[in-house]
């Protein structure tokens, strides 16, 4: 079965950092893109960056750009989104995502991890 | 950035109904549309992908997408109480990869 398992969430002062971690199952992870994607409470999704396989090719949102980094860990199965200088404006569950086939469409997703910024 | 605009943002239907969700983009996109369906509390799950492809077997049969360019549809053929979510569009044409603001459905 695949499966994706996001970790790392929680409470960060603004101006803070946070970096949350999936850990991927059941699938060859090597072989496949893979996404953030984020939710802010009560509102709609938002694509928040990809990575491509061999991390050849990476893209962000404009709202994150400059302040987060993805990166990847093939040997570890797992992928990672290291988020500086946080805002109130990034609380939001992140959801880690499969790209299964390069086309930029996503299946399945994670359970998600709530990061919450606030003093 | 390609916009998304989704219609109705909500609705409210009987079993058995069928229902229709538009989802239209601001340029066109070719077939590179694909549709999510999320309950409240969970992640969001692939319903359609390039607008009218399905996974096999993991959806059922009562879903489906239409559409290509700008103007895009999900019909669900006979409603269910389990359909009761919110909806999404998606577009994979380009960076960066934009959501419609979602509809809600309701069973009556």
Redesign the interface.
Known sequence: EVQLVESGGGLVKPGGSLRLSCAASGFTFSRNSM?W?RQAPGK????VS?ISSSSTYI?Y??SVKGRFTISRDNAKNSLYLQMNSLRAEDTAVY?CARDPSS??????????TLVTVSS | DIQLTQSPSSLSASVGDRVTITCRASQSISSYLNWYQQKPGKAPKLLIYTASSVLQSAVPSRFSGSGSGTDFTLTISSLQPEDSATYYCQQSHRAPLTFGGGTRVEIK
């Open positions: 996404n994607v709609g999704l938002e694509w990809s893209y949102a404009d959801y086309d930029n469409w996503f299946d399945p997703w994670g359970q998600g």
